[in-house]
């Protein structure tokens, strides 16, 4: 079979498409024909270097699958053998062939492509703990989702919209259109405009009640300032860190940089202003199986009644694989960008 395999922290050329054996399933485990594979800002993080989560180089990236299921281990009830899965993985999902444990699949909604269900497990999973999970948004609450043009941010709107609260948005300009169609009430060119003025205004001054904020750096201490009375912040990533598709000595000094500039939060600031901020880290949340059950039984629910959406921006073959990646990091991607073999 063959995957992507991510030889050193660098550039592009560092992505290259290598032929392994098939893989055999242990007792517990079954093995999956991957279909689609997503592809995500942590993988290109991780690409240079940027990710301290990421297994060590050479390494097959990817967290989420769609596929055909072929084989399973001894342990594992048979009937599993020919069905249209999703899965989440930790890593290794960039290939031909994945190897993981009966709790990590469900099986795919008919209705969904293999490439619209590879869209879903990491996206919505963040989404829906950031605004339901922890955020606990209500109705007629209003949130601002940071990078709402990403795989997240449209995973995110879904969700708020069904839930009935006003959807803010920051967003590169041409994915304006796109993401007003999709149901956003107000998005905000961040790149030509400062945000905060831009929501303040929007808001008379009040702020909003959630930021979903995936920015980091100094823009978790602005989006501190952006929240009304009982508003809650939940950072969950540090795209401002991500600079050019280099790696080495600039994309450490923009980690740096990053990190020095994150704020501290003092309790008497939130009891006074009654404020909560939270964090959120998919990769971390693997003892809990139950709660991701649970979560992902609602998602698909979600799908199941039409509310939940994924959208596949672009699909590139694995070859593309360094294509897919520039995709992303030029910021053209409305939505999800997905890997076939
Ligand atoms: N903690 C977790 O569990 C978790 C899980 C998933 C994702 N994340 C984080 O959430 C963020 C978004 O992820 P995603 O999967 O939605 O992203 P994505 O689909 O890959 O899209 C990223 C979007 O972010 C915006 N962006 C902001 N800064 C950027 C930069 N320096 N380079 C390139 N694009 C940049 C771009 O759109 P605009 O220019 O239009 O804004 C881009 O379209 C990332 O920081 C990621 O690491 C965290």
Redesign the pocket.
Do not use: D, M, Q
């Given at each position: 079979m063959r995957q992507i395999v991510n030889t050193a922290n660098g550039s592009y050329d560092v992505l290259k498409v290598q032929e392994v054996p098939d893989l055999v399933p242990k007792k517990d485990e079954l093995v999956i024909n991957v279909k689609a594979a997503g592809?995500?800002?942590?993988d290109?993080?991780a690409r240079k270097g940027q990710y301290p989560d990421g297994p060590s180089k050479p390494c097959v990236m990817g967290y989420e699958v769609s596929g055909i299921v072929d084989s399973v281990g001894d342990k594992i009830d048979k009937s599993w053998v020919g069905k249209e899965v999703i899965a989440m993985c930790r890593f290794r999902g960039q290939a031909e062939q994945v190897c993981i444990k009966e709790r990590q699949a469900y099986e795919k909604p008919q209705n969904l492509s293999f490439e619209e269900a590879a869209a879903i497990p990491?996206?919505y999973l963040?989404a829906w703990?950031l605004l339901v999970v922890m955020g606990s948004l209500q109705k007629n609450e209003s949130v601002l989702i940071?990078?709402?043009?990403?795989?997240?941010?449209?995973?995110a709107l879904d969700i708020v919209k069904h839930i009935g609260a006003e959807a803010y948005g920051?967003?590169?300009h041409?994915?304006h259109r796109f993401l007003n169609e999709r149901g956003l009430e107000f998005a905000i060119d961040?790149?030509s405009k400062d945000w905060l003025d831009e929501i303040m205004k929007l808001t008379d001054g009040r702020g909003v009640d959630l930021i979903t904020d995936?920015?980091?750096g100094k823009e978790w201490k602005r989006s501190y300032k952006a929240l009304r009375a009982t508003g809650r912040l939940g950072m969950?990533?540090?795209?401002?860190?991500?600079?050019g598709p280099e790696s080495g000595l600039k994309s450490y000094w923009n980690m740096l940089k990053t990190v020095v500039q994150m704020p501290f939060y003092h309790p008497l600031s939130l009891i006074n202003k009654n404020r909560g901020v939270f964090?959120?880290?998919?990769?971390?949340i693997w003892h809990e199986p139950e709660k991701a059950a649970l979560w992902t039984k609602e998602i698909l629910n979600g799908v199941e009644e039409g509310w939940i959406n994924p959208h596949v921006d672009t699909t590139f073959t694995f070859e593309e694989a360094g294509e897919a990646h520039r995709y992303?990091?030029?910021?053209?991607?409305?939505?999800?960008?997905i890997l076939v073999p």
């Open positions: 592809l995500n800002f942590a290109i993080l990491v996206n963040t703990v940071h990078n709402v043009g990403g795989g997240v941010g449209i995973a920051t967003a590169s041409r994915k961040y790149r995936p920015l980091g969950f990533g540090i795209s401002t860190a991500s600079g964090g959120v880290n998919l990769g971390h992303i990091e030029e910021r053209k991607n409305i939505g999800k960008v």
